[in-house]
């Protein structure tokens, strides 16, 4: 919600050049990107919902520091508060706790689509809050919905039995070095920085540029950000669909990337001229949205048996990272080339994205399934053999002391009831 309003606001505050005001608009990611690993490795020793309470509680008291912050200073130190409140690999821990294998996968698609559909929300309603409660009413609002959180956590969800490693939804310490050396997953975890670098860096100056060219304040642009989006929706959807169903999701979102550059050079010259500005945002969030939605799929089809979790923490704490250098590198470049420099050198994060991206591997139809093998955990060098020789498997690896075993798997020819065989045979 802070994105549309951010830059406008902060012009007003005691101390704000271009530069600090980007720096305050990614020091969330900074804290956040560092803390999502460690705050899930400590919720393995603390418990879950502790963890998650006192992130909130952190995100909570920065957000009241950013609402009661007259300088860019104090804006900058709530800001790195709230992003101490890393619970996001936290939370993906607890789904997999209190869910079985056979459902994970389709819990954890649920929480990412209601990440994706809070942007979509929030970009259209932090405008229209700010003009009703102001920003510093939308830090106060924050504030309020951290202590939601924390009570929906303490009372509306189950608590686990016994918190437990899951390399599926996990981090895995032993497996950062295996994970840090794949070149295809290194070629995600480029992209979702970069993705989230441009996106930082374009709100440091779009709303002037909608301003301009709309003749709207921040806090009416909303008007623009709502048909934009919907248009934005309405092309991604079926752009996934087909490129899944073709099998030429590689094609699609190479030309995601090519379609993010143009309208990041549409920015830049385009203005003041509606319709150019019109098309370019529509390019811009079509992208984005579609980009978002599409790399997660890509890590989980990449990341070796048993190391989603690891691949996926990796991913996340890119995206913040990300977050940080877009807005601080983004600040530094809009004080010395301004809006339309600032938007050539996001065109130019994307161009270095397209060259990464176009030299990937073509995705396979895999995904991850997960098995629980009880007694035939005995014989692991056995199971894992006949378990790879089995239709549609890719790779496993079994964990005996969990007494599970992780398979990547070419969905069009795998039969879960093959796995279920072998297991009862041992």
Do not use: C
Request: glycine share 10%.
């Amino acid at each position: 919600m802070i994105y549309p309003v951010f830059a406008a606001y902060a012009r007003d505050l005691h101390g704000a050049t271009p530069a600090r005001i980007g720096l305050a608009l990614g020091a969330y990611g900074l804290s956040q990107g560092l803390l999502q690993i460690p705050f899930g490795l400590l919720s393995d020793r603390i418990g879950r919902k502790t963890m998650i309470a006192v992130g909130l509680l952190l995100f909570g008291a920065g957000s009241a520091v950013a609402a009661l912050a007259t300088s860019i200073d104090g804006m900058l130190i709530g800001r790195i508060l709230q992003g101490t409140g890393a619970v996001g690999a936290v939370i993906l821990a607890l789904v997999a706790d209190l869910t079985r294998e056979e459902n994970r996968t389709r819990a954890m698609a649920m929480v990412g689509i209601s990440i994706g559909l809070s942007f979509v929300f929030a970009i259209v309603a932090g405008p229209a809050l700010a003009g009703i409660i102001g920003v510093s009413g939308i830090f106060w609002m924050m504030v309020a919905l951290a202590l939601l959180g924390i009570a929906i956590t303490r009372w509306g969800v189950p608590t686990p039995h016994r918190p437990k490693t899951h390399r599926d939804a996990e981090t895995v310490p032993a497996l950062l070095g295996q994970v840090l050396r794949n070149r295809e997953l290194l070629r995600l975890d480029a992209g979702i920085f970069i993705l989230h670098a441009i996106l930082t860096a374009s709100f440091l100056t779009l709303p002037h540029l909608l301003r301009d060219s709309f003749s709207l304040a921040s806090e009416e642009q909303w008007v623009i950000y709502l048909p934009v989006l919907a248009v934005s929706v309405l092309l991604m959807v079926p752009a996934i669909v087909v490129g899944e169903k073709r099998r030429r999701m590689k094609e699609v979102f190479v030309t995601a990337i090519l379609v993010l550059m143009a309208s990041q050079v549409g920015f830049a010259f385009g203005a003041p001229d509606q319709a150019t500005v019109l098309v370019a945002a529509i390019a811009f969030f079509t992208a984005f949205t579609l980009a978002e939605a599409t790399l997660p799929s890509l890590v989980t089809k990449v990341a070796p048996a048993g190391a989603k979790g690891t691949a996926t923490g990796v991913y996340s704490s890119a995206q913040f990272l990300g977050i940080f250098f877009g807005g601080g590198v983004g600040g530094w470049v809009l004080a010395a080339g301004g809006a339309p420099g600032t938007f050539l050198f996001t065109a130019a994060l994307a161009a270095v994205w397209f060259i990464v991206a176009a030299t990937m591997d073509r995705p396979g139809r895999h995904s991850t399934y997960v098995a629980r093998i009880g007694g035939a955990a005995a014989d692991v060098g056995r199971l894992a053999a006949e378990l790879e020789r089995l239709p549609g498997v890719v790779e496993v690896v079994v964990v005996a002391e969990d007494e599970t075993a992780y398979l990547k798997i070419d969905r069009d020819s795998f039969d879960p009831r093959e796995v279920d065989r072998v297991v009862n045979a041992m």
